[in-house]
């Protein structure tokens, strides 16, 4: 791998990881949150790879990978999950009426 493409790599997580910290950091749709854990994931996932490969050991950093796709997978199944619920219940798929909602608040 030439830096060139090292570079390429080191960008594409850097995107991946700065949009899913500003779907987080808005903080106002839930299945946007959703969404932005799953591309913090994945820059986190390319950086592993990456670094793997600089390292020599291609096989381990696959491994660790594996594992925070599977827990991704679990995470945003249960998050959606919960989103549908609160779809279904009347709430409004917005994270400041479910903060209203979990102090009480009327629907």
Do not use: C, W
């Not at 500003?22 to 949150?33: C, P, Q, V």
């Not at 490969?53 to 594996?66: K, N, T």
């Not at 995470?75 to 779809?87: E, K, R, S, T």
């Amino acid at each position: 791998m030439t830096p060139l493409e090292g570079s390429v790599f080191v960008a594409v997580a850097a995107a991946h990881f700065a949009l899913g910290l500003a779907a987080l950091i808005s903080r106002r749709h839930l299945i946007k949150i959703v969404i932005g854990l799953e591309l913090l994931g994945n820059g986190v996932s390319l950086l592993f790879i990456l670094g793997g490969y600089r390292a020599g050991d291609v096989a381990l950093s696959q491994a660790v990978v594996f594992t925070i796709i599977a827990i991704e997978a679990v995470v945003a199944g249960v998050a959606l999950a919960l989103v549908v619920l609160l779809a279904r219940s009347g709430v409004a798929i917005d994270s400041l009426a479910v903060a209203r909602l979990a102090r009480g608040g009327d629907r």
